[in-house]
């Protein structure tokens, strides 16, 4: 540990607290994306939350994707039975 921190820019934070919140990024991909810790986002997140259970964030996270690729099978799998058999 290098014993020194930096000041990161509000926005900074606001942003990748949101990304994961709302949108679904890994916190390793956002993390990256800012050029943070992922510690530090976990750290944010878990002020976010009442009662600091950042897991409900993550699982709301994993549930939105799960979502969306068993909207994406579904279509497929709509498609695949309107077309034309020959």
């Known amino acids: 540990m290098s014993g020194h921190f930096r000041v990161i820019d509000p926005q900074v ?4 607290i949101a990304e994961v919140k709302n949108q679904g990024m890994p916190v390793s991909q956002a993390a990256v994306k800012y ?4 510690r ?3 750290g944010w997140l878990k002020k976010e939350v009442i ?11 994993r ?4 979502n969306e690729q068993l909207y994406n099978l579904l279509g ?3 498609a695949e039975l309107k077309r034309p058999k020959g």
């Open 13 to 16: 934070k606001a942003d990748a």
């Open 35 to 38: 050029g943070v810790d992922p």
């Open 40 to 42: 530090t986002i976990y």
């Open 51 to 61: 009662g600091g259970d950042k897991n409900l964030i993550l699982e709301n996270n």
């Open 63 to 66: 549930l939105k994707k799960e």
């Open 76 to 78: 497929r799998a709509t």
